[in-house]
């Protein structure tokens, strides 16, 4: 097996990861998940919620996301800044494409990689990455191969 073809199957694994720990989420609309990956080592995640401490509604009445909610991605950073972990070189699994905020974000924190699971409306994150050099990477849910991955 080629270096690559254990590279991608290592990425669906983490996606797959990625999107059990987004069934945390106590949001309504859309749950996200996040894994930050650093010599295959998984050294923080986040779903998308409310900060610590508040009640864990995500969206109001109107079923519109309260402004402070915070994404998957900013809480596995966020995390990992709290631990004695370096997000230098990391590579980010997060299971929607990330906005341009968090995209801010993933810039200043080192991460060398994304690889994302859906696209989502608006793509201006992902530009941003890209015109940053982060490596992103969209990876197709339907295509995920069904076989004991042995790397």
Same mark, same amino acid.
């Given at each position: 097996?080629?270096?690559e073809e254990? +590279? +991608? ?35 923080s995640d ?6 610590? &401490? /508040? @009640?864990?509604?995500? @969206? ?27 997000? @230098? &070189? ?21 991460? $060398?990689?994304?690889?994302? &699971? ?9 530009? =941003? =990455? $890209? ?6 990477? /969209? ?7 069904? +076989?004991?991955?042995?790397?």
């Amino acid at each position: 097996m080629t270096k690559e073809e254990k +590279q +991608q199957k290592r990425d669906y694994l983490y996606m797959r990861m990625a999107r059990t720990w987004a069934e945390n989420s106590y949001c309504v609309r859309r749950k996200v998940g996040a894994l930050l990956v650093k010599d295959q080592m998984i050294i923080s995640d986040g779903y998308n919620g409310t900060p610590s &401490g /508040f @009640e864990n509604i995500c @969206e109001d009445e109107n079923n519109v996301s309260k402004p402070y909610v915070l994404h998957a991605e900013a809480n596995a950073l966020t995390k990992v800044a709290r631990s004695n972990n370096s997000s @230098e &070189g990391a590579t980010l699994y997060v299971t929607a494409s990330p906005c341009l905020e968090c995209s801010k974000l993933i810039i200043q924190s080192g991460i $060398k990689r994304v690889v994302y &699971g859906e696209e989502y409306r608006l793509m201006d994150g992902v530009e =941003l =990455l $890209k015109r940053a050099g982060i490596e992103v990477q /969209f990876l197709k849910p339907v295509s995920e191969p069904e +076989q004991d991955i042995n790397i």
